[in-house]
Structure formats: structure tokens, C-alpha cells
């Protein structure tokens, strides 16, 4: 089973290379930043709660994201793999979603990680925030925020898979299919 954590800023293109590699992998991409979209745009509970955070540019709490990826894993039992795409963020997170995989006799094969310039970042993500209606990308203070908070509180996983011989750093310039040789490349040296 192939398991991969794709990371990288706000912008750094995980969600168009997901949706690349899962077909590629034949893998399931599990994205947690859809399915708060999907809650907060049917007004769930769940979704309500995420909003609240993300309209901030901070992170949604670890127990609702927690709860919510457990399910996402359980409604997919015979995956040959998963992308989980913002998530995990925190170190904590890191840990509890290697125990919920063990359990399910697996564990994160790699982190692969989009690295891009900040700049870079804040110009795609206001071109993006004029045709997606998401008001996260409309505001360049919050994307900045946004980046302040990945590199505050959610890069510290490098060095965490790093010490597992996990991390996988790839350039996140170029074409989407230079990208995604790029990304290839790392995920099938496995």
C-alpha cells in the first residue's frame, strides 16, 4: 500500500498534482480543505466549525480533523493507498495518524512536498481567489497569514519525516507535467 502526505503552502499546486497522481497511483486522495468545503457549503455542523477558523486563516483544531479523516479512511477499506492532502499539520497529528494506519496494518510511505516561493504563493493564490469565489484567496492579508501560519506551525513535519528518511522535497515552478515528473520521480524511488 502506498500512503503519501503531500505537503506544501497555501498555492503550492497540491490540490491539481492530487488529482494527477491518484490517477496515476490508482490511490485515493483524500484532501481535508474539499471536505471542509463540502461541510461549510452544506452548512454541517462540522462545517460551520472549520469555517470559523479558516475564515481567520488558522488551522481548523486537530480533534475535528482527526475525527473527520478516520471516517474518510474507513469509507474506502479496500484503497491501494491514500494522498492525504492537508493533513496531517501538526507533529500530534503526525503521530495519531501513524497509529490510526498501523491499525489498519500500514503506515506513510513518503512525504512529498511542493516548495515554492512566498511570492510565488501570494500571486497564484489572488488569481486563483478571482475565479474560485473563495474568499481566502481574495485577501492578501489572509493569504499571507495563511503562509505565516504553514511555516509556524505546520513545517515542523519536515524535519519530522526527515527523520524517518520519508521527505521528499520537489520543486513547485514550473508546468503542471514538469511538476509532476518531478513528484514521479520521488514517489517511485519508494
Not at 497511483?25 to 457549503?41: A, E, M
Not at 490510526?100 to 506513510?108: A, C, F, M, P, V
Request: aromatic share 6%.
Amino acid at each position: 500500500m502506498t500512503n503519501l502526505v503531500l505537503f506544501g503552502p497555501p498555492g503550492a499546486g497540491k490540490g491539481t498534482q492530487a488529482e494527477v497522481l491518484k490517477e496515476k497511483y490508482n490511490l485515493v486522495h483524500i484532501s481535508t480543505g474539499d471536505v471542509f468545503r463540502f461541510n461549510i457549503k452544506n452548512a454541517t455542523e462540522l462545517g460551520s466549525l472549520a469555517k470559523s477558523y479558516i475564515d481567520k486563516g488558522q488551522l481548523v483544531p486537530d480533534e475535528v480533523t482527526i475525527n473527520m479523516l478516520s471516517a474518510e479512511v474507513d469509507k474506502n477499506p479496500d484503497a491501494n493507498g491514500f494522498i492525504f492532502d492537508g493533513f496531517p499539520r501538526t507533529e500530534a497529528q503526525a503521530e495519531v495518524l501513524e497509529v490510526l494506519l498501523k491499525d489498519k496494518e500500514t503506515e506513510i510511505s513518503a512525504m512529498v512536498a511542493l516548495e515554492v516561493d512566498d511570492e510565488v504563493l501570494v500571486q497564484r493564490l489572488l488569481n486563483r481567489g478571482k475565479t474560485s469565489g473563495r474568499a481566502d484567496d481574495a485577501d492578501e492579508e489572509v493569504i499571507r497569514n495563511r503562509i505565516k501560519v504553514y511555516y509556524n506551525e505546520t513545517a515542523i513535519l519536515k524535519e519530522y519525516y526527515q527523520k524517518q528518511n520519508k521527505y521528499h522535497g520537489v520543486d513547485g515552478v514550473g508546468s503542471v507535467g514538469d511538476i509532476t515528473d518531478r513528484l514521479s520521480a520521488a514517489i517511485d524511488s519508494l
